[in-house]
Nanobody, 127 residues
Framework: QVQLVESGGGLVQAGGSLRLSCAASGRIVSGDTMGWFRQAPGKERDFVAAISWNGGSTRYADSISGRFTISRDNAKNTVYLQMNSLKYEDTAVYYC????????????????????WGQGTQVTVSS
């Protein structure tokens, strides 16, 4: 079993930055693909970013447009999402996810592709 705990969310003004963290426990996830998703009120859970087990490959949603960076520290069993130039439309609950599948194809963009999820952290961007 894997437990994922997100932190780092909060209220920020448009144009500001936040760094989200996702700490894993219960099982070492250094071999897992890790992903970030977000869900705004009344909307579906959308893919944000994913990173391969060794950090060598990353994928991003087109809507991110180079503003976010996903990274991981396997020694700390933690994945990060650095969010810069935040916009009002980035407001959502951000979720961390993990799965042992190798990053590739398109599965990583679907919530159903991941077996483990955190509880989410709220990010609110004021305009």
């Amino acid at each position: 079993q894997v437990q994922l705990v997100e932190s780092g969310g909060g209220l920020v003004q448009a144009g500001g930055s936040l760094r989200l963290s996702c700490a894993a426990s219960g099982r070492i996830v250094s071999g897992d693909t890790m992903g970030w998703f977000r869900q705004a009120p009344g909307k579906e859970r959308d893919f944000v970013a994913a990173i391969s087990w060794n950090g060598g490959s990353t994928r991003y949603a087109d809507s991110i447009s180079g503003r976010f960076t996903i990274s991981r520290d396997n020694a700390k069993n933690t994945v990060y999402l650095q969010m810069n130039s935040l916009k009002y439309e980035d407001t959502a609950v951000y979720y961390c996810a993990a799965d042992p599948m190798v990053l590739g194809g398109t599965w990583y963009m679907r919530p159903s592709g991941y077996g483990y999820w955190g509880q989410g952290t709220q990010v609110t961007v004021s305009s």
